[in-house]
């Protein structure tokens, strides 16, 4: 079984910290992607990667910056938390396909709190 | 790029009461088409999805879609839900690329 995981279920972090989101993958995919899941916006990209140091902007990257050093792990950076940002963080991993249309495989999602 | 559109916020059915959920999607060429489902306190995973061929794609639990390129549609189907079914239901779509787009959820009740 794929096994997506994510290094905290639950975060609390005050207004302009600097805040860490981990995501570790264990089945070899090269594409890796952070959403952040909202009630009644459902789940909007803010990056993804498709290899190791490659990164690409989703549809909402303001305020966050991504890393990915090795292949399996995919980090995301908020740079300065602010209370916008408090969300529910998922990540997902998945093998490319060359016509599109992988499947993606989800970890359990981190619930950050920003006050 | 590509947006996908659930209509249904929140849908509070009885068991054995049959279901559609619609979802429609706006990108004019080729698309891949999914449907994803979070049950309370799970990870998101996948119900069923259509590269091509037939139309009606049936994935597990006795759920269905039928794409219908000419109405932009794939809406999902089950003739008999149970209180199991009781979850967030996402729709989503992507063309070339491999990255995806997601329906803003459908959340269903089911009442025993």
């Known amino acids: 079984d794929v096994k997506v995981t994510q290094s905290s279920r639950y975060l609390v972090k005050r207004t302009g910290e600097k805040v860490f989101l981990e995501c570790v993958q264990d089945?070899?995919?090269?594409?890796m992607f952070w959403y952040r899941q909202d009630p009644g916006l459902g789940l909007r990209l803010i990056y993804f990667s498709y290899d190791v140091k490659m990164k690409e902007k989703g549809d909402i990257p303001e305020g966050y910056s991504v890393s990915r050093e090795k292949k399996e792990r995919f980090s995301l950076i908020l740079e300065s938390a602010s209370t916008n940002q408090t969300s529910m963080y998922l990540c997902?991993?998945?093998?490319?396909?060359?016509?599109?249309?992988?499947?993606?495989?989800f970890g359990p999602g981190t619930r950050l709190t920003v006050t | 790029a590509q947006s996908v559109s659930q209509h249904n916020h929140h849908v509070i059915l009885s068991e054995a009461a049959s279901l559609e959920l619609g979802c429609n999607y706006s990108?004019?060429?080729?698309?891949?088409l999914f449907w994803y489902v979070q049950y309370p306190g799970q990870h998101l995973q996948l119900l069923l999805k259509y590269f091509s061929g037939d139309p009606l794609v049936k994935g597990i639990k006795g759920f269905e879609a039928e794409f219908i390129k000419s109405k932009f549609s794939f809406n999902l189907r089950k003739p008999s839900v149970q209180w199991s079914d009781t979850a967030e239901y996402f729709c989503a779509v992507n063309a070339y690329n491999n990255d995806m787009r997601f329906g803003a959820g459908t959340r269903l009740t089911v009442k025993p």
């Open positions: 997902a991993s998945s093998f490319p396909r060359r016509e599109g249309g992988a499947e993606q495989y």
């Open positions: 990108y004019g060429g080729t698309v891949n």
């Open positions: 089945m070899d995919h090269e594409n």
